[in-house]
């Protein structure tokens, strides 16, 4: 029953509320109070404005202790409570208060062990359970902070078991079951989601997660910050990490520094690297230890175990295959995308440096659609334009720039520039080529030391010959296995095919040379005959001024036996120019061009190689015994690459005139020695 027990107890009946066994037994001054249930607010004697409800809820507390509200069994009720403005509601909650002031406990046991700690919230099942002196700390939920004796002040926990080993850590937030569930002395963290920063002995500070299971692991890692479901999950003394987005960052056990990583599974494999930037799923996805490399794409970066440092991929699958490589930039879908050692390249563009291994070093290859995208091991190339140089392996130092300009075949080459659609398209091993225009020196394959200057210069002959130089318009456009050709001037030299050593300069110089060599044409003339300077329409001068004849420079001397015999077997005629016609097809196109300059009428003398031929077999002398007579023919029966061109199938044989020359002398020799002989003859008779 409630009862006053003296005189002064009775006076302060007016101002006091008890009903139960005991309650304010022990008030004396006390004013204002409210006491319901058994031994309730019992030990108080000068307490006011306070409220205890429930069996010995505040029953501890003697004095000074005001404005409290204890609601529940032993609430408030076992220590004496000095503090004042406390507010504890369920069984046990606040029931080791002293001084404490200003605290709010809702639940059973919340901030059950708490002694002078002041303004703070607990309110949950145990909530701030162990705690005893902490301060300004909030704690909602079953457990929350709750496992130990947090002397750390200004920690918010929201959810159950939430930031539940909690010493000294201060100012830390966890929203979440469990989340920091395992920190210690952490700081200044904020952890929001199911075991969010939840499994780790966190101590260290200003880190960032939300999500569930982001910076799962992590024990020493200061300022990270997490957000998606298992971001950065692994990391545990990694500092100044940025992972968003699922599973970002959160494979492998990073140590690593200063890395951001935004995306599904970017940066997942990461461990010790440092300094990186993944943005897209999956960017960066297999690196472990690279540093201060950027992939921005899904996929960039993602399919090698990347160790190289600097690389910077934009675009999907960019770098994709990239391990050791360094220094490399590439930008566009694909582009380098199956390098793996290669550095200091650049490849922009879609398919760009992309379509094999590229372990070389130094190229740049910029345009879609496979720019150098065959790349092995060459170094120091530049390909600009789709399919430039797209074919190229192992070439080196080479220039492409153009759509398909040296793009067809497997270069191997060095040293070559190619500026032009489609110029040095064939190129294979040839070295040291320059091809400037549209389609110059477009199926050049192994020839080197050319050089091709405009459209279609030296242009579609399949060029094995080297030292020729075409300049102009369809300059030496036939050329195949022709060396040191110079042609200047719009369609000169067209028809040089295998011919050497000719000159043409000016538009359709020297147009009807096609296996001759040493011809010099200079003007809008044509002249086949070797050795001999054409100006201008007239032959005014021998193309060779002098030829070598020291005896020192020759060997195997011997004096010649051909004379009249050789000259007497001769059939010297005179004859006009049977020019070829243009080759058609039914319908009247073009196939093949034919003779522009043997057109003429003139009636011109000389001699028949054929004839000459015949000459040589009479007097029992093979192909090599003279060399007036030429047979391009003969001369390429063991190579198979070789083939004659429409223009030249009747012309592949030749004279050169300035070898008969001797056997003419030979025979004047003869004839006056024979004229020498007469004359003694008449002398004597």
Request: net charge negative; charged share 10%.
């Amino acid at each position: 029953m409630a009862y006053l027990r003296d005189r002064e107890q009775r006076a302060l009946r007016s101002c006091n509320f008890a009903a139960g066994i005991d309650p304010l037994k022990s008030l004396t001054t006390g004013t204002n109070n409210i006491a319901i249930g058994k031994l309730a607010l019992t030990a108080a004697t000068n307490q006011t404005d306070s409220i205890a409800i429930g069996r010995s809820a505040l029953a501890g507390a003697v004095n000074d202790g005001n404005n409290n509200v204890a609601i529940g069994v032993l609430a408030m009720g076992v220590a004496d409570v000095a503090g004042s403005n406390n507010i504890g509601i369920g069984n046990a909650s606040m029931d080791a208060l002293t001084s404490g002031a200003c605290n709010v406990a809702i639940g059973a046991d919340a901030f059950g062990a708490g002694t002078t700690g002041a303004r703070n919230v607990a309110i949950g099942c145990s909530a701030l359970g162990a705690s005893t002196t902490t301060c300004q700390s909030i704690a909602i939920g079953s457990g929350a902070m709750g496992a130990t004796d947090t002397t750390g002040v200004a920690n918010i926990a929201l959810g159950e078991n939430a930031m539940n080993a909690l010493t000294s850590g201060i100012c830390n937030v966890a929203i979440g079951v469990d989340a920091l569930g395992a920190s210690t002395t952490g700081c200044w963290n904020v952890a929001i989601g199911d075991v969010a920063m939840g499994a780790g002995v966190v101590t260290g500070i200003q880190n960032v997660a939300i999500g569930q299971c982001p910076l799962y692991q992590l024990t020493t890692g200061l300022c990270n910050v997490a957000i998606g479901h298992g971001a950065l999950a692994l990391s545990t003394s990694g500092c100044l990490n940025v992972g968003i987005g699922v599973l970002a960052m959160g494979q492998a056990i990073t140590t690593g520094k200063c890395n951001v990583a935004i995306g599904v599974a970017s940066m997942d494999a990461l461990t010790s690297g440092g300094n990186n930037t993944a943005i897209g799923k999956n960017a960066l996805g297999a690196s472990t230890t690279g540093s201060n490399n950027v992939a921005l794409g899904a996929a960039a970066m993602s399919g090698g175990d990347v160790t190289g440092q600097y690389n910077v991929a934009i675009g999907g699958s960019t770098l994709d295959a990239v391990t050791t490589g360094a220094h490399n930039i590439a930008m566009g879908l694909n582009a380098l995308a199956a390098s793996t050692t290669g550095c200091q390249n650049i490849a922009l563009g879609y398919d760009a440096l992309a379509g094999a291994d590229t372990t070389g070093i130094n190229n740049i290859a910029i345009g879609g659609y496979g720019a150098m995208d065959a790349l092995t091991t060459g170094l120091c190339n530049i390909a600009v334009g789709v399919h430039a140089l797209g074919a190229s392996t192992t070439g080196c130092l080479n220039i492409a720039i153009g759509l398909t300009a040296m793009g067809a075949c497997t270069v191997t080459g060095i040293c070559n520039i190619a500026i032009g659609k489609s110029s040095m398209c064939d190129l294979t091993t040839g070295r040291y080529n320059v091809g400037l225009g549209v389609s110059a020196l477009e199926e050049l394959t192994t020839g080197c030391y050319n050089i091709g200057i405009g459209i279609s210069a030296i242009g579609t002959g399949v060029v094995t010959g080297s030292h020729n130089v075409g300049i102009g318009y369809t300059t030496l456009y036939d050329l195949t296995s022709g060396l040191s050709n110079v042609a200047i001037g719009n369609e000169s030299g067209a028809n040089v095919t295998t011919g050497c050593h000719n000159i043409a300069i000016g538009t359709q110089a020297g147009y009807g040379v096609t296996t001759e060599g040493n011809t010099m044409n200079i003007g809008q003339v044509n002249s086949t005959t070797a050795n001999l300077m054409c100006l201008g329409g007239s032959c005014v001068m021998a193309a060779v001024f002098t030829a070598t004849s020291d005896c020192r420079s020759k060997c195997k001397i011997k004096d010649l036996p051909y004379g009249l015999d050789f000259i007497n077997l001769l059939r010297p005629v005179s004859y006009k120019w049977k020019p070829q016609a243009d080759k058609l097809d039914k319908n009247g196109n073009l196939i093949e061009k034919g003779e522009r300059y043997h057109s003429h009428q003139r009636t011109m003398f000389g001699l028949l190689g054929q004839q000459v031929k015949e000459t040589l077999t009479k007097l029992g002398l093979s192909y090599n015994d003279f060399a007036g007579y030429q047979d391009q023919e003969y001369e390429n029966k063991d190579n198979p690459a070789w083939k004659k061109s429409y223009s030249m199938e009747d012309k592949t044989i030749s004279l050169a005139y300035d070898d008969f020359i001797a056997p003419l002398i030979k025979s004047v020799q003869e004839l006056s020695a024979e004229v020498t002989e007469l004359k003694a003859q008449l002398k004597t008779t």
